[in-house]
């Protein structure tokens, strides 16, 4: 029985040529001398039909595709290069086996690799292999004059000269095929290895061939990163980009229960929000199995079964500082607007002051107890005149009036011979404008003031990347002994971007009137709760 309609075909394979394989799709041979004439000539037709895999439960059965399998296959058609973050068990590291398995034998001298976690995955892979060409039928193993030549713990060869290589790590093999189960996992357990595979294997692999690297989320790593770099990059794709493909948990049909829950007021909250989010409506059997996941799995189900890549990303246990308020105050409400900066209002800008550190500056409005961040700039190893001739050029300068400097702002700027002190620099660079800096104060306090802050921030998602990823991912050191988070701000590519949040969010003058009184002031961000600093 086949997992998509036919309507669900037409519209997953739209745009490709697997449409015309339609009709083959859906039907069913007449004959033996059929299958070689009409069918076994379609991949898709091969790959829900040929081959037996072990199944979720441990049972063989014969592949036949899902929902999500489809539509990763689907995308593969569109562009080679695949990054998929997905939620648990959607088959799609069976797919690609399968998939792969059936380019090895259908093709002559390909090289195919399959890169595991550690040896324990790897073996399974290879175990996996050997099912498929155990059940492979003899009579399609005689057509094409196949056999096997190497079965070992890491390769598996055939006869027509195409290998399967299953490692943990590939450095200078040239493939044409490669599957990366779990990036994130590896990432955070062998970082040197993800990055060994970004600068080495990924770069052995010719423009055209199928590449694809798919995990859960398993927060800041290099597999985040090349997540990000897939989101942001909407221009046309080359052959060695990646087209980044989210697989959420309410696209599963296994995501369901028959075991009615009690649904809470914090339960029904988050339904709430998906439904409008996603434009979908939940069944209660998906309302369901969500409650049971979230009882056993708490914060880390929106690791496990996420419903949208930032969801994926969040940090569980309270290790991020602002991602959930983000998401619930800004992303959710509609508080990411491009297109925020209005002439009429004074501008501010609080900077986070470093030389070889990365030196950041929050460029931004506010009017009735609301902030509204139009603009970032963001450097290192650059003085500080470097970010005042930038400032000077930008086409809002002569509205700005208030300059935002951290408490250290009082020490003296080496680069400079006159001794002058790094607020006094700007105070020379940007005449007539106030140079405030702020006093010393607990970084716990100054958290504080930027969580209250965040549901009266609204921030332009296009003008502003660095100052959102900051947002999602300035979180606590972890201590690996203890097995908890501290209580201290991990210090990496965030942080800074994050200190420069909170110094604007501290010395700020949140009322924000407009410059021409008399003119009528359009307002279509303004709430009327106001904020308290």
């Given at each position: 029985m086949l997992n998509i309609t036919k309507e669900q075909f037409l519209t997953i394979y739209k745009d490709t040529p697997l449409v015309e394989y339609v009709d083959i799709f859906y039907s069913e041979p007449k004959n033996d001398e059929d299958v070689l004439q009409n069918f076994i000539i379609s991949k898709l037709w091969r790959l829900n039909n040929l081959y037996t895999i072990i199944d979720k439960w441990g049972n063989e059965v014969r592949f036949n595709m899902n929902l999500a399998q489809h539509k990763v296959y689907a995308a593969s058609i569109r562009h080679p290069r695949l990054i998929i973050l997905k939620s648990r068990q959607q088959g799609i590291s069976t797919l690609w086996l399968v998939s792969f398995f059936d380019d090895a034998i259908t093709n002559k001298n390909f090289s195919i690799g399959l890169m595991a976690q550690g040896q324990d995955e790897a073996s399974t892979l290879l175990t996996r292999i050997k099912v498929l060409w155990d059940k492979l039928d003899s009579n399609i193993k005689d057509i094409l004059n196949l056999n096997t030549s190497k079965d070992n713990t890491k390769e598996f060869s055939l006869t027509n000269g195409s290998n399967i290589f299953i490692r943990t790590s590939f450095r200078s093999a040239t493939l044409q095929r490669l599957h990366i189960s779990e990036m994130g996992k590896i990432a955070n357990k062998y970082p040197e290895k993800a990055q060994e595979t970004k600068t080495g294997t990924l770069q052995a692999i010719a423009p055209g061939n199928v590449a694809v690297i798919e995990s859960t989320a398993e927060g800041a790593n290099i597999f985040k990163d090349m997540w990000d770099s897939a989101i942001k990059n909407t221009?046309?794709?080359?052959?060695?980009?990646?087209?980044?493909?989210?697989?959420?948990?309410?696209?599963?049909?296994?995501?369901?229960?028959?075991?009615?829950?009690?649904?809470?007021?914090?339960?029904?909250?988050?339904?709430?929000?998906?439904?409008?989010?996603?434009?979908?409506?939940?069944?209660?059997?998906?309302?369901?199995?969500?409650?049971?996941?979230?009882?056993?799995?708490?914060?880390?189900?929106?690791?496990?079964?996420?419903?949208?890549?930032?969801?994926?990303?969040?940090?569980?246990?309270?290790?991020?500082?602002?991602?959930?308020?983000?998401?619930?105050?800004?992303?959710?409400?509609?508080?990411?607007?491009?297109?925020?900066?209005?002439?009429?209002?004074?501008?501010?800008?609080?900077?986070?002051?470093?030389?070889?550190?990365?030196?950041?500056?929050?460029?931004?409005?506010?009017?009735?107890?609301?902030?509204r961040i139009f603009d970032e700039e963001w450097d290192s190893g650059k003085p500080i005149q470097y970010y005042t001739d930038i400032l000077k050029k930008k086409p809002y300068f002569d509205h700005v009036t208030r300059i935002i400097l951290p408490h250290d702002a009082q020490v003296k700027e080496l680069t400079r011979r006159d001794g002058k002190t790094r607020a006094g620099v700007f105070e020379e660079e940007l005449p007539g404008i106030l140079v405030y800096v702020l006093d010393r104060t607990e970084i716990e306090d100054g958290i504080e003031t930027v969580r209250s802050s965040i549901p009266n921030i609204w921030i332009d998602p296009e003008a502003c990347p660095y100052l959102i990823e900051c947002f999602y991912n300035y979180e606590k050191e972890w201590d690996d002994k203890k097995d908890c988070w501290r209580s201290t701000p991990n210090h990496n590519k965030y942080s800074n971007g994050a200190d420069c949040i909170r110094y604007g969010c501290i010395g700020a003058d949140w009322q924000g009137r407009p410059r021409k009184a008399k003119k009528e002031y359009n307002q279509p961000y303004a709430n009327t709760r106001g904020h308290d600093v």
């Open positions: 221009g046309r794709l080359s052959l060695k980009d990646f087209l980044p493909i989210f697989l959420p948990w309410y696209d599963d049909p296994d995501c369901n229960s028959d075991i009615d829950q009690v649904i809470t007021h914090k339960h029904a909250e988050y339904f709430e929000k998906l439904e409008k989010e996603a434009n979908i409506k939940l069944t209660t059997k998906q309302k369901n199995f969500w409650i049971i996941q979230f009882r056993e799995l708490e914060d880390k189900i929106y690791q496990e079964y996420p419903s949208s890549y930032l969801e994926a990303f969040m940090k569980s246990k309270d290790g991020a500082y602002y991602a959930r308020l983000y998401l619930e105050h800004i992303k959710s409400k509609g508080h990411e607007r491009t297109k925020l900066y209005d002439s009429n209002l004074d501008v501010q800008i609080a900077f986070d002051l470093g030389m070889n550190d990365t030196m950041v500056a929050k460029i931004f409005q506010t009017y009735r107890g609301e902030m």
